[in-house]
C-alpha cells in the first residue's frame, strides 16, 4: 500500500506486484500511513477529522471504515512524520499524542496510556515488536530534532537506546519479525532547519545483540534521501521511498535488497508515499 496526493488530499492505494494501483480511500478525504494486519486483515490508517487526526481501520478492499480514536487523537510535532503500530495480534493499536504514548482496542475504547516521556520531548513514531513484549520509539523537540531512538518495555522502562545526542532528523522504524534488529533513516548530514529539509537520509539495520548498525543505503545516488522504509514479509528486502533533497520533488517506492545491498534498487510505483508491505 501507498499513499498519494491528488487535488489536495492524500489517497490511500493498493499496489499489485505489476504496481497496478487500486483505491482504497475515497477522494473527498485525507486518508494516509496506511498499516495492514495479517491477523485480522484489517489496514489501519490516519485520517483528518475536523482539524483532528484519528486512527481508522477498513478492510482489505477499502470496505468498513471505522473511526477507533475519539477523545485522544493521534498528534506530535508533524502528522507527516508521526506512526503508529499494531499490537496484541490485531486486537490493539499503540499511537502517540505528543508526550505521551497511548493503547487502544481496535474496535475503538479502551483507551491506557503506556509512557509518558520524563523530559517533555515528543514521541513522533512508535513500533510493537512481533511477541508484544518492546516497543520502539523515536521522540524529538518540537522541531523534529534532538531526536532519540530508543526500546521500552511494557513496563515503559527503557531497554536499549539505539540513537541519542546526534544532529539531524531521524525516521522509518520498524522491528524485524524476531525482534532481534530494529530498522531505521538517520540524515548523515546533520542538517537542521524550520523546514525540517533532510539533505542525505540513509537506512540503516541496528542489530541488538552486536549493538552495531549497517548503512544498507550505500547504493543511494546522491541527492536524495532514503525515507519510511519497512521490511519485507520475509525481511529479505525493504520497501522504502526515494527523493531528492530539495524537498520539492516527486517521491517515488523502491524495493531493495537487505543482505546484498550492491544490487540494483527496483522501482516500484512512482507518485508515491508512505508504503507498507505485509
Not at 74 to 87: E, I, Q, T, Y
Request: aromatic share 10%.
Amino acid at each position: 500500500m501507498v499513499t498519494r496526493t491528488v487535488n489536495g488530499n492524500s489517497i490511500i492505494y493498493s499496489v499489485d506486484d505489476e504496481g497496478n494501483t487500486f483505491q482504497l480511500t475515497e477522494s473527498s478525504t485525507n486518508s494516509f500511513r496506511p498499516r495492514k494486519n495479517i491477523e485480522t486483515n484489517k489496514i489501519a490508517f490516519l485520517r483528518t477529522v475536523g482539524g483532528q487526526t484519528h486512527i481508522f481501520t477498513m478492510n482489505s478492499d477499502g470496505s468498513n471504515i471505522i473511526q477507533v480514536t475519539s477523545n485522544v487523537p493521534v498528534a506530535g510535532f508533524n502528522l507527516d512524520k508521526v506512526d503508529f503500530s499494531w499490537a496484541d495480534n490485531g486486537n490493539s493499536i499503540v499511537y502517540p499524542n505528543f508526550t505521551k504514548l497511548y493503547k487502544i482496542n481496535a474496535s475503538g475504547g479502551g483507551t491506557t496510556q503506556l509512557y509518558q516521556t520524563s523530559d517533555g520531548s515528543f514521541i513522533t513514531e512508535c513500533n510493537v515488536s512481533e511477541d508484544d513484549a518492546k516497543i520502539a520509539l523515536i521522540t524529538n523537540n518540537v522541531n523534529g530534532y534532538n531526536a532519540k531512538i530508543f526500546v521500552i518495555n511494557q513496563n515503559g522502562a527503557i531497554i536499549n537506546t539505539v540513537i541519542q545526542n546526534q544532529p539531524g532528523a531521524v525516521g522509518g522504524l520498524e522491528f524485524s519479525t524476531d525482534g532481534d534488529e530494529l530498522l531505521y533513516t538517520r540524515d548523515l548530514s546533520g542538517f537542521e532547519n524550520p523546514n525540517y529539509r533532510q539533505l542525505n537520509s540513509h537506512m540503516f539495520i541496528y542489530n541488538f545483540t552486536s549493538q552495531t548498525a549497517t548503512d544498507i543505503s550505500q547504493n543511494k545516488p546522491a541527492g536524495t534521501n532514503d525515507l519510511d522504509p519497512r521490511f519485507s514479509p520475509t525481511g529479505a528486502e525493504v520497501i522504502f521511498v526515494n527523493t531528492n533533497n530539495d524537498a520539492l520533488s516527486e517521491k517515488r517506492v523502491f524495493v531493495s535488497n537487505v543482505i546484498n545491498t550492491s544490487e540494483s534498487r527496483e522501482l516500484l510505483i512512482s507518485n508515491a508515499s508512505m508504503p507498507d508491505w505485509e
